[in-house]
């Protein structure tokens, strides 16, 4: 072929002067024995998720500080893997101002604070019929519920009251009882039929509807004064990012900005409605959104152990 092209013309430039995304002075330090946790956040690389999550400490950090809203929006698997201790420290600590739960999370946390136990064998359970049958959750959630409703109360506060003043044994690692004994408001959005409560004799579906309307009307009120605050979404794929998106909307709709938002999305796996209703859209045109992927049970531990050595006690 006459007109191939003559690569002796093609035009270099030097190294020196070409722009890269990677330098020495971003690399990891390499652990030192008998090193502090500091040491630990310090040394990692300043490049890709590593960056991110410091970002993100230093997001919520400033938040904190700033006597902004941190809020934590969050999945049952979370509860299941043993994080309700680590939610509850942050809470205390005054780091996280809120939470949002599904239906399943006041699940296992009520579980958890009855009977020390939670998580059924849903692959075994499904097959004889007693799968979401535990007499104690259906009916006690069920009475929580409405006797909350009877009193104008949101699912999260219901729940939370019910079991404050109800004999749990384990009442000191539940998230909702937590929540009353700081006054920090959990709600609790809820798609009727995936819960295993629905499916007991004494469900009713107006408490529930009515309870969590009450809830999404406090999580919009959250969300509304969380300019220069951070939404953190811990593991729900579906439900929460809908339900903070429609919180967003309804916030800007009745005149608050919410400029300056930090969104982030923690889960194993990015799904799409955590990725558009989370870490994109809500944080448009001025706001951050980063997804940390990783398992619940290491990444949220590592958060909080970097929040509490910037932030301090």
Sequence with gaps: ?????????????????????VALSDAATPWVQGGTLQDFFSGLPAILGAKDFREVVQAIADAHSAGRVVVMGMGAHPIKV????????????????GVAMNGAGIIHDFELA???????DVDSEVLTGNFGMAEETGRMLNEAIRAGHARGLGIGAAVGQFMATHDCPHRSMSLL????????????HVAVGTDIIHMHPAVDGAAIGEGSLRDFRTLTSLVAR?????????????ILPEVFLKAVTLARNLGHSLN???TVNMDFIQHYRPRVNVVTRP?????RGYALTGHHEIMLPLLAAALIETIGS
């Design 114 to 120: 009855l009977v020390g136990h939670t998580s059924e």
């Design 226 to 238: 969380m300019s220069g605050g951070v939404y953190l979404n811990l593991g729900s794929a579906v």
């Design 260 to 262: 300056d938002i930090t």
């Design 283 to 287: 944080t448009k045109p001025d706001g």
């Design 82 to 97: 043993g994080l309700n201790p680590i939610v509850i420290d942050l809470m205390r600590r005054g780091i996280i101002n």
């Design 1 to 21: 072929m006459s007109d191939l092209l003559d690569f002796s013309k093609v035009k270099t430039v030097p190294l020196d002067t070409r722009p890269s995304k």
């Design 177 to 188: 009882v937590a929540a009353v004994e700081t006054d920090i408001p959990v709600t609790v």
